[in-house]
């Protein structure tokens, strides 16, 4: 049996922060949350302490000289997290502002200290640590009160078994430079970074003595919930690598023709890449597949990142909407980052109990994304399509681009290669006429058509050809007439 | 502030009246120094003071005799001046007005915190008050 001290963890109550801190938060550490003004640091603090507390783990809040505990009060009970009930016997709030008007850290300290006394809480926070700082005495004197203050807290906390927070206004080069960063166990660095117009929250946790935390900087996102971080991680698939499906369920396209060029329909689960120009028809086959799942009884969820207006000429479309078949997700920002694109879609699959999602199009969702997530828009697609792969749900995700002849891409960005399967559509002139082809260019692990074949978008949809187009060169976009062989 | 000590500085705060004060006025400024006392530890000195202020500048157009002095800060000076003007007045009026005022304290302070956490705080204060008469009936 190891002899070593186990060092408990707390779970945050944040949705990805522990993922960040390695498993959780270390009981007893000091730690500190650090940030510039509207950073999040007080809604953190707030999220983590009613997640936490309870008749047998009460919480201190000491408030100093920063947000006005009214007001704190009176915007934090706006977060869903914050239970009334725990406000008295679990959570205590004390206010500080007239210990510390004379300067003194040691009257603080012992301020403190009578409170933690008197409370015996497992968890203590102080905020706006800043302020207890700058209301210092200036110079080498002040700095050595400063230091000793921290210590004898921590030291102090860490004797009563509390998990103490620092709440300071400190960006990354304050905090580098100060003695707090040194006494202090943990760090965690809160920002909201501006890139053009858009704003986007980061979060980083700077250290955390005992265990090996994740770096680097990581997305979160501040709702009426909450805090939620997004550790820059894959979801996992259970057994990716483990079993091979040899025979995978097929679904229906919702067009006759391609389930026969699919040889029975696209596998269960499948990311479908439809590739083409504008007109071709992609947006169609989107609805025919959402409409084929509504036929078995399947609910759908659509993307659309396309004007509403357009959108509002497809009746069938309209119609599964109006019949709760398909949910359509609109977004209006133009500052959307990945994980508020993914929040919302996972949601939505998770309240409707969707199994086919459609997304339209690929080309147009860089006009919603902040440049963030714009500039690596084939990173953004990747852990979409890799979120949507964990759910288990079969997507037809469509992707526009100019048809610049000759060329054989099937994408923009290269993005065809993170699709499990693509169907690319094409028009070419034939006989005085822009007519419309498609094939099959991929679906891992299964056979499929490799034949081009023409088809038309009719009332009833799409109607491809039961045979391969009579034309060579077709993606050419100038066919000539197949010779028949002798 | 200490316990009941609001009347620790009457001479300070320049209000209190050397004389006897009638009976009436003290029981319903306790329960001011008992609310008090939870809530400046939350909210701070100021806070309270402020709420307090307002509340009684609201009141002062119907209850023309409430005395508003800018320079009474602190908790302790601010109820002192509540309790010599209450002393003032007889009984009835002054159970009415403090009823009144407590109603607007108690607004004002749910505006800003809203009525469920206000409710919580208030109702702890009570249970402090009868916490603390009961204990004297068994004295």
Known sequence: ?486 | MDKDDYRAQPASAGEASDGPRPDHAQPLVRTWSRLGRQLVPLIGENGFGALFGRSLRLMVPVYAWLSVDPSRKTSATLLAGLEADLAAVDADTAAAANEELTSTFTRQLGALIGAGLTARLLAESAAGDEKQQNQQEHK
Not at chain 1, 27 to 37: H, K, R, V
Not at chain 1, 429 to 454: I, P, Q, W, Y
């Open chain 1, 1 to 486: 049996m190891s002899e070593k001290v186990a060092l408990g963890k707390l779970s945050t109550g944040v949705p990805g922060l522990d993922v960040l801190l390695g498993g959780g938060l270390t009981e007893f550490s000091f730690t500190l949350i650090a940030g510039a003004p509207g950073s999040g640091k007080t809604t953190l603090a707030h999220q983590v302490m009613f997640a936490l507390a309870g008749p047998e783990r009460r919480a201190l809040f000491f408030t100093v000289l920063g947000e006005p505990p009214l007001k704190m009060l009176r915007y934090q009970q706006q977060f869903s997290f914050f239970d009334m009930d725990k406000v008295g016997p679990s959570v205590r709030y004390v206010n500080l502002a007239d210990d510390l008007r004379a300067g003194d850290f040691s009257g603080v300290l012992e301020r403190i200290m009578r409170e933690v006394e008197d409370f015996s809480p497992s968890l203590v926070f102080v905020d706006s640590f800043r302020s207890v700082v700058q209301t210092g005495r200036t110079g080498n004197e002040g700095l050595w009160d400063l230091q000793h203050f921290i210590q004898e807290l921590g030291s102090r906390m860490a004797t009563w078994q509390a998990t103490t927070f620092l709440i300071g206004e400190y960006t990354q080069a304050d905090v580098e430079a100060n003695p707090i960063i040194t006494v202090a166990d943990g760090m965690i660095a809160l920002s909201h970074n501006q890139d053009g117009d858009a704003v986007v929250r980061k979060i980083r946790v700077v250290k955390m003595r005992g265990q090996a935390h994740m770096a680097g900087s990581h997305t979160m996102r501040i709702t009426g919930d909450g805090i939620r971080v997004y550790p820059r991680l894959l979801p996992s698939v259970k057994s990716a690598y483990t079993s091979a499906d040899r025979e995978p369920r097929r679904i229906t396209t919702g067009v006759a023709g391609l389930d026969d060029m699919l040889h029975g329909g696209l596998p269960q689960g499948h990311t479908l890449m439809v590739s083409g120009p504008t007109g071709i028809g992609k947006t169609i086959l989107g609805s025919k597949f959402l409409q084929a799942g509504a036929a078995l009884g399947e609910h759908g969820v659509a993307v659309y990142f396309e004007k509403h207006t357009a959108r509002l000429h497809n009746a069938e479309l309209v119609g599964m909407i109006d019949a709760g078949h398909v949910t359509v997700l609109d977004s209006l920002s133009l500052s959307l980052s990945a994980e508020e694109l993914m929040d919302d879609l996972l949601e939505t699959i998770e309240a409707t109990g969707a199994t086919r999602v459609v997304i339209d199009s690929l080309s147009e969702i860089g006009l919603y994304l902040a440049p963030e997530f714009r500039h690596d828009l084939r990173l953004t697609v990747f852990r979409t399509l890799a979120t949507l792969a964990a759910r288990g749900v079969t997507a037809l995700i469509t992707a526009g681009f100019e048809d610049n002849r000759p060329d054989m891409r099937f994408s923009i960005d290269n993005l065809c290669f993170l699709a499990d399967a693509v169907l690319a559509m094409r028009f070419a002139e034939v006989d005085g006429r822009l007519c419309k082809f498609m094939t099959v260019v991929k679906v891992r692990g299964c056979a499929h058509s490799n034949e081009l074949r023409g088809f038309r978008i009719t009332d009833k949809g799409l109607e491809i050809d039961d045979h391969i187009a009579p034309y060579d060169g077709v993606l050419s976009g100038w066919p000539t007439p197949r010779l028949l062989h002798k």
